[in-house]
């Protein structure tokens, strides 16, 4: 069955540590998007990406950095520069730039700075 | 811009009681309408969508109807079970004529279903 899948599912991240958060899709959806969600709160857009090669910044992009290399891969680093990564972060793909059909979400992870 | 407002939670109810969760939108253009469920630790599933004005979605119970009258999305189901507790997500899509970064969301509504 076609899907997002996410892995790990939980990460655990030291001070001062990069860590990459993986997504994968094998939905030919040409667009992809990463949120992070924090404790009650809604999603908040970091990266987006609408074809290979090319990704733009949402709106909390600082201390994030992505790539798109493939159409099916959108890989999330969280760098030593975000202050706050605890969160959950959730990975999204849409068939087109629109999306007049909506998103697929993947299942999330979990990071947890200890 | 384009932006979503719904209810704020956590939204308590008994079982089998009458569910609404009201959403509205401010878009331009002709928007698509969604509504997403996330249960814990999960997700986000889409539940429900519309595409263009008066039409009903409809999933597992729940309803929605595109108002573009009064620019709504308002989420309802009859008889709710404790395995619908949830954070349910209102979202648009400003579709070919904008949202190139996307859905916009609303901030969630918490929806705790008591036996």
Known sequence: ?114 | GNSVTQMEGPVTLSEEAFLTINCTYTATGYPSLFWYVQYPGEGLQLLLKATKADDKGSNKGFEATYRKETTSFHLEKGSVQVSDSAVYFCALSAGSGGGADGLTFGKGTHLIIQP
């Not at chain 1, 540590?17 to 030919?28: A, D, F, H, I, K």
């Not at chain 1, 990704?55 to 950095?65: M, N, P, V």
């Not at chain 1, 706050?84 to 979990?110: E, I, K, M, Q, V």
């Open chain 1, 1 to 114: 069955d076609g899907g997002i899948t996410q892995s790990p599912k939980y990460l655990f991240r030291k001070e001062g540590q990069n860590v990459t958060l993986s997504c994968e899709q094998n939905l030919n959806h040409d667009a992809m998007y990463w949120y992070r969600q924090d404790p009650g709160q809604g999603l908040r857009l970091i990266y987006y990406s609408q074809i290979v090669n090319d990704f733009q910044k949402g709106d909390i992009a600082e201390g994030y950095s992505v790539s798109r290399e493939k159409k099916e891969s959108f890989p999330l680093t969280v760098t030593s520069a975000q202050k706050n990564p605890t969160a959950f972060y959730l990975c999204a793909s849409s068939l087109d730039r629109g999306p007049r059909y909506g998103y697929t979400f993947g299942s999330g992870t979990r990071l947890t700075v200890v």
